[in-house]
């Protein structure tokens, strides 16, 4: 579920990104450029969240508490 809804956020910002961008008029930008653009922001959001369920999941199971020493 939360993964659907995120898919619908990131769609719906880039839509409105490329309809604010089309409307700045004497900007050009190639299909290539806007590709690799739209790659990287897909990427870094990718990896954020990708890290930061990481720490939820470390923190939530323990793996973030001290080590114990049984002797």
């Keep these: 579920m939360a993964l659907a809804l995120a ?5 719906a910002v880039a839509a ?28 870094a959001l990718a990896l954020g969240i990708g890290l930061m369920s990481l720490v939820f999941i470390s923190s939530r199971r323990g793996y973030d508490e001290a080590a114990r020493s049984d002797h």
């Design 7 to 11: 898919s619908v956020t990131v769609f």
């Design 16 to 43: 409105v990104v490329a309809a604010l961008w089309s409307g700045l008029g004497q900007s050009e930008i190639s299909f290539a450029g806007a590709l690799a653009m739209i790659f990287g922001v897909v990427v």
